[in-house]
């Protein structure tokens, strides 16, 4: 009996059995539905490759599609836990410790330094699995110590926000952090360094009207959702219907609130070269000047006098 249960059962238990099957092998677009291996989708860059749409990429895949291999994410201090004792449906300390627990992060920032391309950055990235990417007090110290970094070692600042704003639970302090940020980027623009926003699907709110508004480039993921107030909270307003694409990357574009929009297979790229340009020294090609002489009919040759001069080789020119 003992051989029987023990032997003979568990191996036809093993042969008729289902094997159990993981629930993240598959994906659904929230665009147009298609269903996507979750290989597939990684090599995607987390981009369907039926319609184009753009998911939103947690803090550590984002760095890794930006940063060349051996970049560092640095410790961000620490801040006063829940000062306001807020509570609506739940204390705050109980959301965090869950979103903690989701995420395995202290809040919803996370810094970077390292090289894109072979230029040197310091990335300020946001995380929407976080309570909604929310700015509260942790996230200003981290754009402060951010900016503080990339003064420091001397490298362009880049803020890749994906958020809805601040957050209500820390009431007024989280809007104490909106002037905080302008602070932060006004460090880095002192400097002469360049601050570069990459504006990710959502970036609303105070975030929007803060730190988010006020890059040197702004570049925007496709179809990404960019404003302050939600569309429909706008349309309930004006009690007008907006145009088709409203608040989105491409719409954004078409107005001249973004500089260019990129594919995220691109962005590296477009980030390492932008980074080039800005921080390329101005041209070193020697200046001379040209003499007061005049041509056979006494006039002036154009363009001569005592203050002009001509850039030999056609450096500066096109």
Known sequence: MNWLTNFVKPKIQALVSKKEVPDNLWHKCPSCGAMLFHRDLEEQLHVCQHCGHHMRLDPVRRLKTLFDPGYQTIELPKVVVDPLKFRDQKRYTDRLKEAQSKTGRQDAIVVAHGKINGQGAVAAVFDFNFMGGSMGMAVGEGLLAAARLAVLQQVPLLAIPSS???????????????????????????????????????????????????????????????????????????????????????????HGMVDMVVHRKELRDTLGRVIDLLRRPGPTADIVKIGRGSDRGGRKPAGSGPAVSAIQGGAGYQ
């Open 164 to 254: 809805g704003g601040a957050r209500m639970q820390e009431a007024i302090l989280s809007l104490m952090q909106m002037p905080r940020t302008v602070i932060a980027v006004e460090m880095v623009k002192e400097a002469g360094l360049p601050y570069i926003v990459v504006l990710t699907d959502p970036t609303t709110g105070g975030v929007t009207a803060s730190f988010a508004m006020l890059g040197d480039i702004h570049i925007a993921e496709p179809g990404a959702q960019i404003g302050f107030a939600g569309a429909r909270v706008i349309e309930s307003t004006i009690r007008e219907t907006l145009p088709e694409g409203f608040q989105r990357s491409e719409y954004l574009l078409d």
